[in-house]
Protein backbone atom coordinates (compact mmCIF):
# COMPACT_ATOMS: atom_id res chain seq x y z
CA UNK A 1 0.00 0.00 0.00
CA UNK A 2 1.41 3.11 -0.80
CA UNK A 3 2.03 6.18 1.56
CA UNK A 4 0.05 8.82 2.70
CA UNK A 5 0.88 12.74 1.63
CA UNK A 6 0.02 14.27 4.86
CA UNK A 7 -0.38 18.31 5.37
CA UNK A 8 -0.19 20.22 8.19
CA UNK A 9 -2.17 23.30 8.58
CA UNK A 10 -0.99 26.20 10.94
CA UNK A 11 -1.30 23.37 13.88
CA UNK A 12 -1.14 24.78 17.37
CA UNK A 13 -1.21 22.63 21.15
CA UNK A 14 -1.45 24.36 23.96
CA UNK A 15 -1.98 23.20 27.69
CA UNK A 16 -3.32 24.51 30.74
CA UNK A 17 -0.49 24.32 33.82
CA UNK A 18 -0.81 25.94 37.22
CA UNK A 19 -3.50 28.17 36.12
CA UNK A 20 -1.18 29.38 33.06
CA UNK A 21 -1.15 28.71 29.05
CA UNK A 22 1.82 26.88 27.83
CA UNK A 23 1.93 27.11 24.00
CA UNK A 24 3.96 23.84 22.90
CA UNK A 25 3.17 24.20 19.28
CA UNK A 26 3.18 27.36 17.53
CA UNK A 27 1.74 27.19 14.26
CA UNK A 28 3.72 24.23 12.28
CA UNK A 29 2.50 24.54 8.55
CA UNK A 30 4.14 21.07 6.70
CA UNK A 31 3.48 19.10 3.93
CA UNK A 32 5.07 15.61 3.68
CA UNK A 33 4.85 14.18 0.39
CA UNK A 34 3.89 9.94 -0.11
CA UNK A 35 6.14 8.16 0.71
CA UNK A 36 8.73 10.58 2.11
CA UNK A 37 11.03 9.58 5.03
CA UNK A 38 11.29 12.78 7.75
CA UNK A 39 13.54 13.51 10.36
CA UNK A 40 12.05 15.46 13.11
CA UNK A 41 15.04 16.78 15.10
CA UNK A 42 16.17 20.04 17.74
CA UNK A 43 16.57 20.58 21.44
CA UNK A 44 14.54 18.63 24.43
CA UNK A 45 11.70 20.49 25.40
CA UNK A 46 10.72 21.95 21.86
CA UNK A 47 7.38 20.07 21.18
CA UNK A 48 8.64 17.00 18.78
CA UNK A 49 6.87 14.66 20.36
CA UNK A 50 3.54 16.25 20.90
CA UNK A 51 3.93 16.91 17.56
CA UNK A 52 3.87 13.43 16.91
CA UNK A 53 1.19 12.37 19.02
CA UNK A 54 -0.94 15.46 17.40
CA UNK A 55 0.08 14.01 14.17
CA UNK A 56 -0.86 10.38 15.09
CA UNK A 57 -3.93 11.16 16.55
CA UNK A 58 -2.95 10.56 19.97
CA UNK A 59 -3.91 13.66 21.16
CA UNK A 60 -6.23 16.75 19.30
CA UNK A 61 -4.64 20.02 17.98
CA UNK A 62 -5.90 23.02 20.00
CA UNK A 63 -6.21 24.56 16.27
CA UNK A 64 -5.27 24.04 12.90
CA UNK A 65 -5.92 21.17 10.28
CA UNK A 66 -4.21 18.18 9.39
CA UNK A 67 -4.91 16.63 6.11
CA UNK A 68 -4.27 12.76 4.73
CA UNK A 69 -4.52 12.30 1.17
CA UNK A 70 -6.61 15.32 1.19
CA UNK A 71 -9.15 14.32 4.22
CA UNK A 72 -9.22 16.65 6.84
CA UNK A 73 -8.72 14.06 9.97
CA UNK A 74 -9.08 16.87 12.42
CA UNK A 75 -12.79 17.01 11.62
CA UNK A 76 -13.63 13.41 12.09
CA UNK A 77 -15.54 12.50 15.17
CA UNK A 78 -14.18 10.33 17.73
CA UNK A 79 -15.29 6.56 16.47
CA UNK A 80 -14.37 7.19 12.95
CA UNK A 81 -11.16 9.01 13.95
CA UNK A 82 -10.05 5.95 16.06
CA UNK A 83 -10.77 3.59 13.23
CA UNK A 84 -8.80 5.76 10.74
CA UNK A 85 -6.12 5.66 13.50
CA UNK A 86 -5.73 1.49 13.70
CA UNK A 87 -6.27 1.24 9.81
CA UNK A 88 -3.59 4.28 8.06
CA UNK A 89 -1.16 4.94 11.00
CA UNK A 90 1.52 3.03 13.10
CA UNK A 91 3.72 3.92 16.41
CA UNK A 92 6.92 2.93 17.45
CA UNK A 93 8.11 4.52 21.06
CA UNK A 94 11.57 4.77 22.75
CA UNK A 95 9.71 2.50 24.86
CA UNK A 96 7.88 -0.60 23.28
CA UNK A 97 4.88 -1.15 25.25
CA UNK A 98 4.87 -5.45 24.24
CA UNK A 99 2.67 -7.09 26.71
CA UNK A 100 4.92 -9.37 28.89
CA UNK A 101 2.85 -12.34 28.87
CA UNK A 102 2.35 -12.90 25.50
CA UNK A 103 4.84 -14.12 22.94
CA UNK A 104 6.72 -12.08 20.09
CA UNK A 105 4.42 -13.87 17.63
CA UNK A 106 1.07 -12.90 19.87
CA UNK A 107 2.04 -9.35 20.29
CA UNK A 108 2.35 -8.60 16.54
CA UNK A 109 -0.79 -10.02 15.97
CA UNK A 110 -2.25 -8.88 18.55
CA UNK A 111 -3.75 -5.90 16.71
CA UNK A 112 -4.75 -7.86 13.48
CA UNK A 113 -7.01 -9.80 15.62
CA UNK A 114 -8.72 -6.90 17.81
CA UNK A 115 -9.15 -5.69 14.50
CA UNK A 116 -11.10 -8.67 13.57
CA UNK A 117 -8.57 -11.14 11.74
CA UNK A 118 -8.94 -14.65 12.99
CA UNK A 119 -5.72 -15.84 15.38
CA UNK A 120 -4.19 -18.62 13.04
CA UNK A 121 -4.03 -16.14 10.53
CA UNK A 122 -3.12 -13.05 12.73
CA UNK A 123 -0.15 -15.21 14.25
CA UNK A 124 1.08 -16.41 10.35
CA UNK A 125 0.89 -12.89 9.13
CA UNK A 126 3.23 -11.37 12.57
CA UNK A 127 5.66 -14.51 11.83
CA UNK A 128 5.98 -13.62 7.99
CA UNK A 129 7.09 -9.51 9.67
CA UNK A 130 8.91 -11.35 12.16
CA UNK A 131 11.07 -13.46 9.80
CA UNK A 132 11.21 -9.58 7.73
CA UNK A 133 13.21 -7.95 11.11
CA UNK A 134 15.72 -10.77 11.54
CA UNK A 135 13.24 -12.78 14.35
CA UNK A 136 11.99 -15.81 12.96
CA UNK A 137 13.85 -17.56 15.81
CA UNK A 138 12.09 -15.81 18.62
CA UNK A 139 8.50 -16.40 18.02
CA UNK A 140 7.63 -18.00 21.15
CA UNK A 141 9.66 -15.83 23.00
CA UNK A 142 8.48 -13.45 25.29
CA UNK A 143 9.61 -9.85 26.11
CA UNK A 144 11.47 -10.69 29.05
CA UNK A 145 13.90 -13.38 27.69
CA UNK A 146 14.09 -10.82 24.44
CA UNK A 147 17.07 -8.00 24.37
CA UNK A 148 16.58 -4.32 23.67
CA UNK A 149 17.05 -4.09 20.00
CA UNK A 150 14.94 -7.19 19.55
CA UNK A 151 11.96 -6.05 21.28
CA UNK A 152 12.24 -3.13 19.43
CA UNK A 153 12.07 -4.86 16.43
CA UNK A 154 8.93 -7.10 17.98
CA UNK A 155 7.23 -3.01 18.37
CA UNK A 156 8.48 -2.49 14.69
CA UNK A 157 6.56 -5.40 13.47
CA UNK A 158 3.92 -5.14 15.32
CA UNK A 159 3.72 -1.37 14.07
CA UNK A 160 3.44 -3.06 10.70
CA UNK A 161 1.23 -5.37 10.70
CA UNK A 162 -1.99 -3.41 9.94
CA UNK A 163 -0.31 -2.33 6.96
CA UNK A 164 -0.07 1.36 7.63
CA UNK A 165 0.79 4.30 5.14
CA UNK A 166 1.99 6.80 7.85
CA UNK A 167 4.82 5.30 10.29
CA UNK A 168 5.66 7.03 13.40
CA UNK A 169 8.68 6.84 15.98
CA UNK A 170 9.13 8.74 18.59
CA UNK A 171 13.60 7.88 19.51
CA UNK A 172 12.91 4.75 18.51
CA UNK A 173 16.79 3.71 19.06
CA UNK A 174 16.79 6.10 22.60
CA UNK A 175 17.48 2.72 24.57
CA UNK A 176 20.15 0.93 22.29
CA UNK A 177 23.38 0.86 21.78
CA UNK A 178 25.20 2.00 18.96
CA UNK A 179 25.60 -1.35 16.76
CA UNK A 180 22.16 -2.26 17.29
CA UNK A 181 20.87 1.65 16.61
CA UNK A 182 22.85 1.13 13.45
CA UNK A 183 20.56 -1.96 12.41
CA UNK A 184 17.46 -0.44 13.12
CA UNK A 185 18.20 2.76 11.24
CA UNK A 186 19.05 0.30 7.98
CA UNK A 187 15.83 -1.52 8.84
CA UNK A 188 13.78 1.69 8.44
CA UNK A 189 15.54 3.16 5.61
CA UNK A 190 15.01 -1.09 3.89
CA UNK A 191 10.92 -0.85 4.89
CA UNK A 192 10.62 2.50 3.48
CA UNK A 193 11.86 1.30 -0.04
CA UNK A 194 9.86 -1.93 0.25
CA UNK A 195 6.45 -0.54 0.94
CA UNK A 196 6.98 2.96 0.30
CA UNK A 197 4.95 3.83 3.46
CA UNK A 198 5.61 7.47 4.88
CA UNK A 199 7.73 7.90 8.26
CA UNK A 200 8.18 10.39 10.43
CA UNK A 201 11.43 9.67 12.64
CA UNK A 202 11.82 11.79 15.62
CA UNK A 203 15.23 11.46 16.78
CA UNK A 204 18.40 12.80 18.78
CA UNK A 205 20.71 10.41 16.76
CA UNK A 206 22.44 12.75 14.07
CA UNK A 207 23.22 9.22 12.28
CA UNK A 208 19.79 8.21 12.01
CA UNK A 209 18.52 12.19 10.82
CA UNK A 210 21.26 11.99 8.05
CA UNK A 211 20.24 8.78 6.68
CA UNK A 212 16.69 10.43 6.34
CA UNK A 213 15.68 12.23 2.38
CA UNK A 214 14.16 14.78 4.74
CA UNK A 215 15.08 16.64 8.03
CA UNK A 216 12.76 19.08 9.57
CA UNK A 217 14.30 21.28 12.32
CA UNK A 218 11.49 22.32 15.60
CA UNK A 219 13.13 25.44 17.40
CA UNK A 220 10.35 26.86 20.40
CA UNK A 221 6.96 24.34 18.77
CA UNK A 222 7.60 25.81 15.20
CA UNK A 223 9.35 24.40 12.63
CA UNK A 224 12.11 26.79 11.10
CA UNK A 225 14.09 24.69 8.61
CA UNK A 226 13.13 22.00 5.89
CA UNK A 227 16.14 20.35 4.75
CA UNK A 228 16.33 17.92 1.40
CA UNK A 229 19.05 15.38 1.24
CA UNK A 230 21.88 16.92 -0.71
CA UNK A 231 21.61 20.22 0.33
CA UNK A 232 24.22 22.57 1.83
CA UNK A 233 23.10 22.54 5.54
CA UNK A 234 25.46 19.42 7.65
CA UNK A 235 23.16 17.01 9.89
CA UNK A 236 25.27 18.53 12.90
CA UNK A 237 23.46 22.47 12.42
CA UNK A 238 19.70 20.37 12.15
CA UNK A 239 20.77 17.96 15.23
CA UNK A 240 20.76 19.96 18.61
CA UNK A 241 21.91 18.73 21.89
CA UNK A 242 19.33 16.70 24.17
CA UNK A 243 20.98 18.99 26.83
CA UNK A 244 19.66 22.51 25.36
CA UNK A 245 16.12 23.13 26.90
CA UNK A 246 13.51 25.05 25.17
CA UNK A 247 10.25 25.75 26.08
CA UNK A 248 7.42 23.52 25.79
CA UNK A 249 7.57 19.55 26.15
CA UNK A 250 9.79 17.31 24.23
Not at 117 to 143: D, E, I, M
Not at 209 to 224: H, K, N, S
Amino acid sequence: MAGARVEIRNLHKSFEHGGRLIEVLRGIDLIIEAGQMVAVVGASGVGKSTFLHVLGTLDTPTSGNILFDGEDITALGAARLSDFRNRAIGFVFQFHHLLPEFTAAENVAMPAMIGGTGRVAALAQAARLLGRVGLSHRLTHRPGELSGGEQQRVALARALILEPRLLLADEPTGNLDSATSEEMHALFVELNRERGMTMVVVTHNADLAGRMPRRVRMVDGQVVDAVDAGQASPVGSLVESPARESRGVS
